[in-house]
């Protein structure tokens, strides 16, 4: 059986012209760059498929990831943050349950993160402002394989508080639900019962961050 024959019996395909080839080729080429830019918009624009306040994790339904706004949550519908622990980037013992009673913004960095840097300035005024109105920082440092280059982004910046050391993302799954691993930097507001206030997956503004602290600070005054 000659290879024509044999291709037609199994229904192979036959040989394409080379204005076919690179058709096929730019089809497949466009096609990669749009799954490439879906999967960005998904870890950062696109909609949270986690569930309302009954699904997994307690993920509440109206928090859109990565869509770039702040989402408050009500004190009724408030999930509890999981009570994280570690240690600092100068390997002392660091736990979040040690910061109940305080209002806690956590933010999730890292020293390789473009948009980290420009909100670092950022979060070092806010945590000034707020430090005196029982407000506490504390940082997630993540994907940074050794601690230097994180303490040094701290020194440039003028980071002061803490940060969990957490160079494989594993504090950062802890948070399922409400926080994702692609999306970085990204902010919980804990209020001073232990449960999450408010998130946003986003670089934020000074404006931003005391946006999200200040109805949290004047809750039980």
Request: a positive charge; proline letters at 8%.
């Amino acid at each position: 059986m000659s290879p024509n024959e044999l291709r037609s019996s199994v229904g192979w395909p036959g040989p394409q012209s080379a204005g076919t080839a690179r058709r096929s080729r730019r089809y497949l080429l466009a096609t990669g760059a749009a799954l490439v830019f879906t999967g960005c918009t998904a870890a950062e624009g696109g909609p949270d498929r986690s569930s309302g306040s009954g699904g997994p994790s307690g993920a509440w339904s109206e928090s859109p990831a990565g869509t770039g706004g702040i989402t408050a949550i009500p004190a009724g519908r408030r999930p509890a943050a999981p009570d994280i622990s570690g240690k600092s980037l100068d390997g002392e013992p660091l736990q979040l349950s040690d910061y109940r009673g305080q209002v806690v913004l956590l933010n999730v960095w890292g020293s390789w993160c473009e948009p980290c840097k420009a909100e670092a300035p950022h979060l070092a005024r806010a945590y000034e402002a707020t430090r005196d109105q029982g407000v506490e920082f504390l940082g997630i440092n993540t994907r940074d394989m050794s601690v230097g280059p994180a303490k040094a982004f701290e020194r440039r910046y003028g980071i002061t508080y803490p940060s969990f050391y957490d160079p494989r993302g594993e504090l950062v799954l802890r948070f399922k639900g409400h926080l994702l691993p692609q999306a970085i930097p990204s902010t919980v507001v804990i209020d001073r019962q232990g449960r999450i206030a408010a998130r946003a997956l986003k670089a934020l503004s000074e404006r931003e961050i005391l946006s999200m602290l200040t109805p949290v600070i004047a809750e039980g005054r």
